[in-house]
């Protein structure tokens, strides 16, 4: 099958999406580490179960790294590695049919729009206005802002998450369907 469709059907309208609800919340809320606790910052969407908030989050999936000084660095390279992986499965025909061109799709909307954060992202804190590239690009971030109370737990809070990492999250998902139908097959 061919990437294009997909890439222009889904792939841009959602990174564009993630783009603008991550815009939207730089605008709408303080930075993280303003004087207001997290419990202040949120804005309830639904009672008891979602949340919109911003998060800065220079590490991996759940925060892991968050706060290293090398994460900011490493990251950009691990999304330049996952398209080269990408590029081998599509040469490959790793990814089959429809399903596995839906999850290439998310998944490079994903790795886009979370590169997109980590590269431009420090070089808007007004902290950073006229600093070094490497400076401006050291202090790289992902925008996280969906905040979910997982029912059932006494108010525990799954980390927050944007639009790309749901479009990861269901790649994944759907690359596991993808993998066991192949394999059922033979």
């Known amino acids: 099958m061919r990437?294009?469709?997909w890439l222009v059907g889904l792939t841009l309208p959602l990174y564009i999406l993630d783009?603008?609800?991550k815009f939207w919340v730089i605008r709408t809320f303080p930075v993280p580490w303003a004087d207001a606790p997290l419990d202040e910052r949120r804005i309830e969407v639904i009672p008891g179960f979602l949340?919109?908030?911003r998060v800065h989050n220079q590490g991996v999936a759940f925060g892991m790294g968050n706060g290293t000084e090398w994460a900011p660095l490493v990251f950009p390279f691990v999304s330049l590695v996952a398209f080269v992986l990408i590029t081998i499965g599509l040469k490959t025909r790793f990814f089959v049919g429809k399903l596995g061109m839906l999850?290439?799709?998310l998944l490079i909307t994903g790795i886009c729009g979370n590169l997109t954060d980590r590269?431009?992202?420090?070089?808007?804190l007004e902290e950073m206005e006229g600093?070094?590239?490497w400076e401006r690009l050291k202090e790289g971030y992902v925008v996280d802002f969906v905040d979910v109370v997982v029912p059932f737990t006494g108010g525990w809070h799954w980390p927050s998450f944007n639009v790309a990492d749901?479009?990861?999250c269901i790649a994944a998902v759907l690359l596991f369907i993808v993998g066991w139908k192949e394999e059922s097959k033979r």
């Not at 590269?119 to 808007?124: A, K, P």
Request: a neutral charge; aromatic letters at 8%.
């Open 119 to 124: 590269l431009i992202q420090g070089s808007l």
């Open 3 to 5: 990437l294009w469709p």
């Open 103 to 105: 999850a290439v799709s």
């Open 19 to 21: 783009q603008v609800t």
């Open 131 to 133: 600093a070094p590239l």
């Open 166 to 168: 749901s479009c990861i």
């Open 51 to 53: 949340n919109w908030v």
